[in-house]
Every structure is written in C-alpha cells, then in structure tokens.
C-alpha cells in the first residue's frame, strides 16, 4: 500500500499469501486470454467479481502469485480506519462465500466504505 503503517504493512504482508481473503482486483490480476476464454470470463456480477473469478481460477489449478509487487491506495483505509476497513472487507468476502447477493454486498459497501 502507498502508506507506511504498522497495520496496513501487515495487511501487504498478509496480501503475498495466496489466499481469497488477501486477493482483490487492485493487486493486478493477469490471467491469460486461453485461461479467461476456458473458464468463462467474469460473470455479469456488480460486485466481487475480483474473487469469483479467482475461485474459478483456483478450482482450475490456474491460480498463482507472483513475487513481483505493486503499489495499491491506502485511500480506503484511510476514510473508513484501519481497523473497521479490515473488518468490512472480512465480512465482505465471509459474506459472499456463504451466498449473499453481490448486488446486496455493492449496497453495504458503498454505504460503509
């Protein structure tokens, strides 16, 4: 992240591990034009569409994270804390997993974040 903060280099931290509920959108996923075609492309979904689709890719055998690095902004952590904006996007991704509409997750997100 673009801010040095004990809680937010632990989050970055936390970000190299290949787990769902450290990967979104704004870590630069790259998924080759095969691989996109072969599972479908993104589903026609408002929101969380970063982590369907990586659920797919996973299940496919197709999903890895590279050492290289990019630079995302702290901008959301900084509007809503540290501490609550983890907290969200906790129960953002739980949420999801157990079935709640992405239309009703847009909602909650754009009235929280």
Known sequence: ???DH???NFYSWCSK???EFFTYGDHAIFIRKTVFEQ???YKKIPFMEDV???KRLRM???FKKLDSAVTTSARRFEKAG?????LIDLLLILSFKIGVSPLKLKKFYKDHC
């Open 6 to 8: 004990l809680l937010l």
């Open 60 to 62: 496919a055998g197709r």
């Open 1 to 3: 992240l673009d801010k």
């Open 39 to 41: 599972i479908g492309g």
């Open 52 to 54: 369907e689709i990586q």
């Open 82 to 86: 540290t501490i609550k904006q983890f």
């Open 17 to 19: 591990l290949s787990m």
